[in-house]
C-alpha cells in the first residue's frame, strides 16, 4: 500500500456526511466547505440528498467516477463493508475516525482491529485510524479532518504527526501554528506513526516534522527516517510521552501503544539528533523556531539584546541554568557599542542597551548589526514582551530597525524572549516572523527551547553511526547467567581483555594455580547459579599466602554449601589480585524493542544514587564512546582530578567500543552485560576486568 | 523617618511638571490625571502656569498649603536643594527618579548617593529612589510613577516591590497584575528593599508580596520581615537574581547592589518558607495563583481534569518531572466517575475525562464535585487551552459548571492549566478568577509553580528556628587557620566529640602516647601552617607496631622539612586508628552578611563533583537538621542501602546541631569549619570526626 494515495488523494468521497455539528461526518463536511475544493469531494449518505447545497450520494455505487480515498464518518460497525465497496470504486486509502478498537483494552476490540489490519492489507487500502481525527494536507489543500477550528490560513512548512486528536488542535488553534501536514494518526494500526515520519522527511514541503508519539511498532521504518533525517540534517522536534510511569499506563490505554523504556528513546534521540521535548509548547515553539530562522548557524554562539538592566540580569541566570552561555563581544564590537550607548550602560554580553536606543529605528538597527556582526555571535536574541495592544511605540522602531537589517543582508538568525507570557500584537507578530524573527514563550521556555536548538546544530550526522542493532522480533524463553569465568571467556573471545584466572575444583589444584600466578590472589566461587557472589560469602580477597589460600578455599565451600545448597559449583576461580583503579561500571542492556544499549558510569553505589550513567545505542565509534564518558558528572575524576592523575580514558573508549561490537555481534542472544567494576588506572596503564557477568536467552 | 509618610501621602508636589511625554514630569503628571484624584496633587514648574488643565505654581512656596510627599522630576543636579525647600512646607516624603548616583560606578555617583542619604537623614525625609520608576498605592489611590501603562483597573491584592522599573512595567502590562502596592525601588538607598518588604508584610491589604530583588542591605529588618511573613504564613514570592556570574556582574553595575552568595540565599529562603522564582513569568503567576485563590490548602495532593488523553499523558509526565505526583483516587471516587464517564474512558488520577462531560455545564460540575470531594485531593487542576476566540463552545459548559460548584460552597482550591501559550479570552479570564480559578502559563512553567506551591503551603514555621546568627558589621582583617589539633580542641570545648589523641614532640613522646593508646595508630604533622596535611607528606595511617611508629616519626619530620620548611611546627599527633564509616562532610561557611551557614553532605571528591551538599542557616534545631539530611541525594546510603545496615542518623543531627550552635557562638570569630571526614558508623554505634580545621578571624 502507498502512503501517498492517503495523504494526497485527488477524489475523496466522505461516507456519513451530514451538517450536524458536532459529528464526525457534519463537521468533516462543514470544513471542506470552509477550506477545500468542494469539486474534489463525494459526499455519501442514504438519508440526505444535498449537503451544505452540494450533491449527496445515496452509496458509493452512485457516484459518477472512481475515487482514490473514503472517509468513513460511520460506527465502527460498518466500516469493512464500506472499505469493501470503496474498493470497487478503486480507493486506495482510507480514514477512520471510529474508535472501539485496541485502545479500548478489550479482546473485542484487539480482534476488531487485527481484522480492521487484514482486510486494509487484502485490499491493499492505505488506512489512517482507526481512532483518529483525520489529516490535513496544507500543500494540495486536502482537508480530512473531523475537527473545527477557526478559519484561518495555516499553510506553513512544520509537518506534524500525532497520536493525540486534541494535540493538533490545539496546534492549529495557536497563532503560531504554521503547517505543510497535520496528520491525527490514533491508534496507526495500518500506516504507522513512523511511515508518516518517513514520508515528511522526506517531503520537500517540509521544513520541519514536529511528533507527538506515544510508541513505535515498526523500529526498523523509524530508524530509516531518523537516519534519513540526520543526513539531511531535517529537524525532528519530539514529544515522547512516557517519562513517568503514569504517563505510560494511561498511554498504553490511550492508543494501545507500548511505550518502550524511556531512557532508551533518550539514547536514541541522541545518536540521530532528534530534538526531544517536554510539553506542547516547546514542541509548537521549537518547531517554529526552527520554520522560521531562515538558515541554520553551525553554532549557537547566543548574543541578547535588552531594554532594561533588570530583565538582562534574569537572561544572564537562566540561561546559564540550562547550560547556555552568552560569549563575550570582542573589543571592537564593545567600543563600537560604547559610542552608541549612553554614558550610565555598560556593555557586556547580554547587552542592557538602556531604552534610548529603541526610539529610533536606525540607531536600533546599527547597534544590532554591530552585535550581529560580532565574530563571537551566531544568533541575535531580543528581549523585549509584546503586547496586544501597543501602549509604548518602542517596539515600532525595534521592527523597523530589525527589518532594515534583514533588507540589507548578511543577517545572522534571530528570536524574540518575552517575560511574561502576553497575549502578542498580530501585526508586529507577522512582520518580525516574515523578518525570519520568531517570538519564543518566556525566558524558562526560551532558554530550555534554545539549548536544544543549540545542540541541534552543532549535531554532526558524521560523528555518529546511524544505526542500531535491531534485534529479531522473536524473544527466546529461557533466560540464563553465566558465571563470572565464562562471562569473562565470552568477552575474552570478542577481544576484551580480562585477567588472568583460573579454575581450581580441589584445594589441591588451587596451590597448583597460585604457584603460577603468584600472591596475592583473590578466590570466587565459580558457578552459574550465582550472580551474587559476596551475598553468600563466595568472596575472599588478598589472600597472601598458600596458608590462607586454603582456609579461604575451604571458608568459601562451606559458605556455598550453608547460603546457596542448590548451585551447581564449577569449582573457584583462583585470579591474581588486581590493583585498584577508579571504579566504573560498563554494561549492555538489551532493548526487546532496539537492541543494544551500552552503558557506562560510575562503579559502586554511586551509579544507583547519583544516577550518573551515560547510556547510547550500539554499535558505536570511538567519538560515541568518547561523548558518553564525557557525558558523565564523574568525568573530572577522569581527566586529573586536584592532585590525581589522567586516567587512561582511551583504554575505557576501547572498552566501551568492543562491548558495544560484542553486544552486536550476539544481539539475539546476550540480553544483558554486566562489567563491574572495570578498574581504570592512570593514563598509559589501562584498565581491568575484575567482575563479569552476562544474562542470555536460549 | 517613617515609611508611611512615603506610601501613604495625604498630599502631593510633583515638582518638574510638564506635559511633554517620553519625561519624568510629562508622563507622571499623565499617569496622575488618568489614574489620581488630582486635587491631591500640586503641580509645580516655573516655566508653566497650566498643565493638562490644571494650576502650575513657580515653585514650593506658592502652593498654598503644606503637603507631606514630593515627586521630584527633576534631573540629579536639583534633588538636593528640592529636598530642602520642601522640607520647609512639611515635607517628610519624596521620590527621586534622577539617576547619576551609585548605579553610575563611579566615584562622583557614590558621592553624590552619600550626600542625598545623608540630606535624608538630616531633614527625616523617607526618600523612594534614586534612579527608580516611583510607587503606586492602589489602595489609596496614590500615583506617583513615571511610566505610561495601558489604563485599566488593576486594584489586588499583590504587593509588589522591584529594583527594575522595567519589571514594574511589564506586571502591570499583563492582565494578571492585580496590585495593592508597586513600588519601584531602584537604588533603595534610603528606604531599603527590606523596609518595603517589612512594610507588605505588616499591610493587610496585602495577601501576597512579590519582590524582584538585587541585593539586601540591612540583612536584620529583612530577616525580621522574612519571621514575620513566616509566622503569619504570608507568601512572599522572590526573584533574586544573582545565580550566575555574569546576572551578579551586571547586578552590581545596575544597581549598586552586592548580591551575597546565591546559595545562602537559597539556604535562607528555605528557612523562612519563602518562594524563589526563576524569571518573570513565574514570578506573576506564582503571585496571582497564591493571589487567586481563596484559601490555601495544608497540602497539595493534585487532581487533574482534562479532556484529552495526549493532555492527560503530558500532565501526568511533567508533574513526574517536577517532583509532583497525583494520588490515586479512592474506590468511591473511580465507581462514581466511572458512571459519569464513557465506557471507553479508564478513570485515573490525571483523569482523561474525554470531552462528553465538558458540554454538559450540569454533568461538568457533577465530575468535578466527585473529583473534589475525594478525600486524597486538595486542589484540582483543570487542563485546557483558552483562547481568544472561542471556537469550541464546551469553555462555556465548563465555566458554568465551575461556578457552580462555587457557589454551591465548599470549595477546594482550583487552577486552570493551558497546553499552550495563547492569547485567552479576556470574559471567561475574569469568569474563572471570579471563581477563584487562576489561569497558570503552560505545564513546563504551571509544574514549577505548584512544586514551589506545594512546599509553601507544607511549609509549617514552628519547625523551623526562625532567626539568623547576624554577624557584627565589623569584618576583621587577619585570618588564619587553628591547626588540627587546635581546631578539635575548640569542638571538643563545644561538646562535640573528638577521638583521642596526643601531640608528641619527640619520637620518645611518641612512644609513650602509642603504649596509651595502643596500636593500630595514626600519626600526622601538627601545624597551624599546615592545613592540608597530605599534600606535604604529613600523614601516616595504620601504624601497627613501634618500629613503624618510629620510622614514620622519622618520614613525617622529614617531608615537612623538605616540602612546608617555613612552617611552624607543634610536633606530631598521635591518634588512634577509627574504623571506617560512610565518609561525610560537616562544616560551617561563615556569610559575611547573613551569618554561619551549616552544610553536610557525602565526603570525598564527590562533594565536589556531585555538589550533594545541604546548607541551612544557623541556628537550627533537630528537625531542621534532619531535613538537612534528608535532602542529599545520598539520603539511602544512611538508610540502609541495599544489603547494609542503617547508620546513626540520630548521631550525625546532633554534630549537626552542636555544630551549629558552636558557630552561632564564635560567629565573630570562626569564620570556616571543616569537619571532613566524619566517619559515620551503623546505627547506635556513633561516629568519629576524623580530621578538623577551623579558619579564625581576629
Redesign the interface.
Known amino acids: 500500500m502507498n502512503i501517498s494515495n492517503l495523504l494526497q488523494p485527488k477524489k475523496i468521497a466522505v461516507i456519513g456526511a451530514s451538517e450536524r455539528g458536532?459529528s464526525f461526518g457534519g463537521d468533516t463536511c462543514r470544513n471542506i466547505m470552509d477550506f477545500s475544493n468542494p469539486s474534489k469531494y463525494y459526499f455519501v449518505n442514504p438519508k440526505r440528498t444535498e449537503i451544505f447545497g452540494q450533491k449527496c450520494y445515496n452509496s458509493t455505487d452512485e457516484i459518477p467516477t472512481n475515487f482514490d480515498m473514503v472517509i468513513i464518518c460511520t460506527p465502527q460497525s460498518s466500516v469493512i463493508d464500506i472499505l469493501k465497496q470503496s474498493k470497487e470504486k478503486g480507493c486506495k486509502a482510507a480514514v477512520v475516525y471510529a474508535?472501539?478498537y485496541s485502545?479500548?483494552?478489550t479482546v473485542e476490540g484487539k480482534i476488531a482491529e487485527k481484522e480492521l489490519i487484514e482486510t486494509c492489507i487484502q485490499l491493499d487500502i492505505a488506512l489512517l485510524g482507526p481512532n483518529c481525527g483525520g489529516f490535513i494536507n496544507y500543500i494540495d489543500n486536502v482537508y480530512s479532518f473531523a475537527f473545527?477550528?477557526?478559519k484561518r490560513d495555516r499553510k506553513g512548512n512544520v509537518g506534524l504527526i500525532?497520536?493525540?486528536?486534541?494535540?493538533c488542535l490545539?496546534?492549529m488553534?495557536?497563532?503560531k501554528g504554521k503547517f505543510s501536514y497535520v496528520i491525527s494518526a490514533g491508534n496507526s494500526s495500518v500506516i504507522t506513526m513512523e511511515e508518516y515520519l518517513n514520508y515528511l522527511v522526506e517531503d520537500q514541503n517540509t521544513k520541519v516534522v514536529a511528533v507527538?508519539l506515544?510508541g513505535v511498532s515498526k523500529p526498523g521504518i523509524f530508524v530509516e527516517a531518523l537516519k534519513k533525517a540526520a543526513i539531511k540534517k531535517k529537524p525532528i522536534v519530539v514529544?515522547k510521552?512516557?517519562?513517568?510511569?503514569?504517563?505510560s499506563?494511561?498511554?498504553a490505554?490511550?492508543?494501545g501503544s507500548l511505550s518502550g523504556s524511556d531512557k532508551t528513546y533518550d539514547a536514541i534521540f541522541k545518536k540521530f539528533g532528534v530534538i526531544r521535548v517536554?510539553?506542547?509548547?516547546?514542541l509548537?515553539?521549537t518547531a517554529h523556531l526552527l520554520a522560521t530562522i531562515k538558515e541554520y548557524p553551525k553554532k549557537a554562539r547566543l548574543a541578547s539584546m535588552n531594554?532594561?538592566?533588570?530583565?538582562?540580569?534574569?537572561t544572564?541566570?537562566?540561561?546559564?541554568?540550562k547550560g547556555l552561555n552568552?560569549p563575550d563581544f570582542t573589543k571592537e564590537t564593545l567600543n563600537k557599542l560604547n559610542q552608541m550607548l549612553p554614558s550610565?550602560a555598560?556593555p557586556?554580553n547580554?547587552l542592557?542597551m538602556t531604552?534610548t536606543l529603541s526610539?529610533d529605528s536606525k540607531k536600533y538597527a546599527k547597534a544590532l548589526k554591530t552585535v550581529m556582526d560580532d565574530p563571537n555571535i551566531d544568533m541575535v536574541l531580543i528581549g523585549y514582551?509584546l503586547?496586544?495592544?501597543i501602549?509604548?511605540p518602542c517596539i515600532y522602531y525595534m521592527t523597523e530597525g530589525i527589518e532594515k537589517v534583514v533588507k540589507e543582508g548578511n543577517t545572522k538568525p534571530m528570536a524574540m524572549i518575552p517575560?511574561?507570557?502576553?497575549?502578542?500584537n498580530p501585526e508586529y507578530t507577522e512582520r518580525l516572523e516574515k523578518a525570519g524573527v520568531p517570538i519564543l514563550?518566556?525566558?524558562?521556555?526560551a532558554m530550555?527551547i534554545l539549548k536544544k536548538f543549540s545542540d541541534f546544530v552543532e549535531y554532526n550526522s558524521e560523528n555518529h553511526t546511524l544505526e542500531l542493532a535491531l534485534p529479531k522480533n522473536t524473544r527466546l524463553k529461557t533466560k540464563k547467567f553465566l558465571s563470572e569465568h565464562e562471562s569473562k571467556t565470552m568477552l575474552a573471545k570478542a577481544g576484551i581483555p580480562v585477567p588472568k584466572e583460573q579454575i581450581a575444583k580441589t584445594k589441591e589444584e588451587a596451590y597448583e594455580i597460585a604457584k603460577e600466578t603468584g600472591y596475592p590472589l583473590v578466590m570466587k566461587i565459580e558457578s552459574a547459579d550465582i550472580p551474587h557472589k559476596s551475598?553468600v560469602g563466595g568472596v575472599k580477597l588478598n589472600i597472601k599466602s598458600e596458608k590462607e589460600l586454603g582456609q579461604a578455599f575451604d571458608e568459601i565451600m562451606n559458605n556455598v554449601v550453608k547460603n546457596a545448597p542448590e548451585a551447581k559449583i564449577n569449582g573457584i576461580l583462583v585470579q591474581e589480585m588486581l590493583s585498584k583503579g577508579l571504579e566504573l561500571i560498563v554494561g549492555v542492556n538489551n532493548d526487546p524493542i532496539y537492541g543494544p544499549m551500552v552503558l557506562c558510569g560510575l562503579g559502586g553505589?554511586?551509579v544507583e544514587?547519583?544516577k550518573?550513567v551515560a547510556l547510547y545505542p550500539a554499535p558505536l565509534n570511538h567519538i560515541e564512546a568518547m561523548n558518553m564518558i564525557k557525558s558523565l558528572?564523574?568525568y573530572?575524576?577522569l581527566t586529573g582530578?586536584?592532585?590525581s592523575e589522567e586516567l587512561d580514558i582511551e583504554a575505557l573508549t576501547d572498552l566501551i567500543v568492543k562491548v558495544s561490537d560484542f553486544a552486536v555481534k550476539n544481539k539475539d542472544k546476550v540480553v544483558e552485560v554486566d562489567i563491574n567494576p572495570v578498574f581504570l588506572y592512570e593514563k598509559g596503564k589501562k584498565l581491568s576486568v575484575a567482575d563479569a557477568l552476562i544474562l542470555i536467552q536460549e
Chains 1, 2 share one sequence.
Open positions: 458536532g474508535s472501539g485502545e479500548t483494552g473545527i477550528s477557526e500525532s497520536q493525540s486528536g486534541q494535540l490545539s496546534l488553534d495557536n497563532p507527538y506515544e514529544l510521552t512516557g517519562r513517568s510511569e503514569k504517563g499506563q494511561i498511554s490505554s490511550h492508543t517536554n510539553d506542547m509548547e516547546e509548537l515553539s531594554l532594561s538592566g533588570g530583565e538582562t540580569i534574569i544572564a541566570d537562566m540561561a546559564y541554568s552568552f550610565y555598560t557586556n547580554p542592557d531604552a526610539y514582551t503586547l496586544l495592544n501602549a509604548d517575560y511574561i507570557e502576553n497575549t502578542r514563550p518566556p525566558v524558562v521556555y530550555e551475598d553505589v554511586f544514587i547519583f550518573d558528572k564523574a573530572p575524576l582530578y586536584r592532585s
